[in-house]
């Protein structure tokens, strides 16, 4: 399990909570007991819909309705969350139930995914709308950034494999680390993917190999962006 320690999370939030227990809270999951997240993962999945609906209709102002849906629905559903979690580092400051951590629960999408939510719950009731804005549009900023009505219906290692053909460059190698047993029969697997242009190695996660290739592949493509955007490489 990677560890992160809460000024380190601040710092990749740009939050720093008020009420430290509203981020306890949201960081427990209920096999830990009461209190838990499940209240503020209800309350931040509503907000994230809100927030995101809102960007979406501001920045596509010609877009149409299921247009709209579609990107909303690519951008709240829980392989998205997750990886954002992953991106955070939640996974080493779960508060997990004896079962869960041993079954290795922190990694698990779903348990992740949900913190995210609450974590969103929490801001907003720590700080107000406007913090939470602020925090989630810093989070998702490189998905945002992604976002084309033309790349609706394409999944990430498509849009991984079209950006390094319009540049001219070897496509992705995706290799199969390891696949690991949960509980429940689940299993995690584990995959890098190796990009020219990016030094160094992507690593991806998901209940089945297709999932930890797309998760790889939304990585190194949001990488590969924030590189052209710092140093106009790769233009």
Same mark, same amino acid.
């Given at each position: 399990m990677t560890t992160i320690t809460l000024p380190q999370l601040y710092q990749k939030l740009a939050y720093r909570f008020t009420d430290p227990s509203l981020l306890y809270t949201a960081l427990t999951h209920? $096999? /830990?007991?009461?209190p838990n997240n499940e209240r503020l993962e209800f309350l931040g999945d509503s907000i !994230? +819909?809100? &927030?995101?609906? =809102?960007? !979406?209709f501001e920045r596509f102002p010609n877009a149409? =309705? +299921? =247009?709209?849906?579609?990107?909303? $629905?690519? &951008?709240?559903k829980g392989e998205t969350l997750a990886g954002i979690a992953r991106d955070l580092e939640l996974g080493g400051l779960?508060? !997990?139930g004896e079962g869960e951590m041993k079954s290795g629960g922190w990694r698990?999408?779903?348990?992740? /995914? @949900?913190?995210l939510e609450a974590l969103i719950a929490?801001?907003? !009731? @720590? +700080? +107000?709308?406007d913090a939470c804005k602020t925090m989630l549009l810093k989070l998702?900023?490189?998905r945002f950034q992604q976002l084309s009505l033309k790349n609706l219906n394409k999944d990430a290692k498509t849009r991984l494999q079209e950006y390094l053909q319009a540049k001219k460059k070897p496509l992705p190698e995706y290799n199969l680390e390891q696949v690991e047993e949960l509980s429940n029969n689940e299993q995690c697997f584990h995959v890098h993917c190796t990009v020219a242009g990016l030094k160094q190695i992507i690593k991806g996660q998901g209940n089945s190999r297709r999932r930890a290739e797309q998760h790889a592949a939304a990585q190194a493509l949001?990488?590969?962006?924030?590189l052209k955007q710092q140093t106009g490489k790769y233009s």
């Open positions: 209920r $096999s /830990a007991g009461m !994230l +819909g809100y &927030l995101v609906a =809102e960007y !979406l149409k =309705e +299921g =247009e709209l849906t579609r990107l909303r $629905s690519s &951008l709240v779960l508060r !997990l698990r999408s779903s348990i992740l /995914a @949900d913190a929490a801001v907003y !009731l @720590d +700080g +107000g709308m998702f900023e490189p949001e990488q590969l962006i924030a």
